[in-house]
């Protein structure tokens, strides 16, 4: 601290940051992010949002960066990491890695991509008649918190080679590693199209659900894609805070409650909406639509590398019953008004429930007669 400097006091390194960014910043418990305003930010050369949700947590936040038509953004390089969902627009990102090498690949609509550790990079619109949109969910919160000094984290030269992958991997190829029911991993740095990526089976989360783990750029960052078929819908669970969900295909909407709350709180979801359950919230996500719903969940803390004690129980226990310890509340323990608002909500939208295979739905029919 320098002498006349004052003395910091309860003081977020982050937030003093977001602030001289000069860039609206939104707050809520979820929205649309195609919704959000932007304005001109003077980092990127683009337009831009800083996207804070109630379930954030102390460790993530969202980054919207919005590329007007034929436009590219400055060059980037930070010790950050960011796991990049592309909102609208077709684009391509160039990377350049430590050792030099660089790379280029195209991306359009629900696309996936995380950026090498500290690797150079830019992004470009292909268009010239609409804008792109990508949201970057990072942890650049938890590093500036961490390090307090924004030039250390902005302009550093070191590199990683370790987190560059194989070549192909910018490609949108990739290496599955298979490990059990909910816990295989696809390993790249670059997914062209999430909405059409193959996930593999795993009923213990819910009915016909099916789910992929990713390992993107070998970084801590978490994501994993889950899909509800039509007429079904997931097992209520809890965590801790800072997954950020982002609905992919389809529509629908999650329930959300404490375990002594009387009613549900609520958020209806389609492609460009996210939400970030609260910590040690219930949350429960139901497929409204006439074709299967997909979403994409981004954290700190991944399969691979954990990094808290408490990430690792959570994939110890996502698919183990509350009742032995985990996560899960089981069909026939859940609330019977969760699904009595489900299947009001499937006939207002003239689809048929799939779920009488996981649960007595004779008794409200009776209701209903």
């Not at 949002?49 to 980054?63: E, M, P, Q, T, Y």
């Not at 938890?142 to 070549?167: I, T």
Request: aromatic share 14%.
């Amino acid at each position: 601290m320098s002498d006349n400097q004052e003395a910091r006091f309860l003081f977020d390194p982050y937030m003093d940051w977001v602030e001289g960014e000069g860039v609206p910043v939104v707050e809520g418990f979820g929205m649309d992010l195609l919704a959000v305003e932007t304005n001109p930010w003077a980092r990127m050369e683009t337009n831009g949002a800083f996207v804070h949700l109630k379930g954030r947590g102390d460790f993530i936040s969202i980054f919207i960066v919005d590329i007007p038509p034929g436009a590219k953004s400055s060059p980037q390089q930070h010790l950050y990491e960011e796991v990049i969902y592309v909102l609208s627009g077709h684009g391509s990102t160039t990377i350049e890695t430590g050792d030099g090498a660089k790379h280029s690949f195209e991306w359009g609509p629900k696309s996936l991509f995380a950026l090498p550790l500290n690797a150079k990079y830019q992004h470009f619109n292909a268009s010239g008649q609409e804008p792109a949109r990508l949201a970057s969910t990072n942890d650049l919160c938890l590093v500036l918190n961490l390090f307090h000094n924004a030039d250390f984290v902005f302009n550093n030269s070191v590199h990683f080679p370790d987190r560059q992958g194989k070549s192909n991997y910018f490609s949108g190829e990739g290496d599955f590693i298979p490990k059990k029911p909910g816990r295989h991993m696809w390993e790249t740095n670059f997914i062209p199209d999430l909405a059409g990526f193959e996930l593999q089976s795993w009923d213990k989360r819910g009915a016909g659900s099916s789910n992929m783990k990713f390992i993107l750029a070998d970084g801590t960052m978490h994501a994993h894609s889950s899909e509800m078929p039509v007429g079904t819908y997931k097992k209520a669970h809890r965590h801790g805070a800072d997954f950020h969900v982002y609905s992919v295909t389809g529509s629908g909407y999650s329930l959300f409650w404490y375990e002594d709350d009387a009613g549900f709180e609520r958020i209806d979801w389609k492609h460009g909406v996210v939400f970030a359950p609260p910590d040690g919230m219930y949350h429960q996500h139901y497929n409204t639509a006439d074709q299967p719903s997909r979403y994409l969940a981004v954290a700190l803390g991944s399969l691979r590398y954990p990094f808290t004690t408490a990430k690792m129980n959570v994939f110890a226990g996502v698919d183990v019953s509350v009742k032995d310890g985990g996560a899960p509340i089981e069909y026939e323990d859940q609330d019977s008004r969760v699904h009595e608002i489900y299947l009001a909500e499937l006939a207002r939208n003239g689809v048929s429930s799939h779920m009488g295979e996981y649960i007595d739905e004779s008794i409200f029919k009776k209701k209903s007669a």
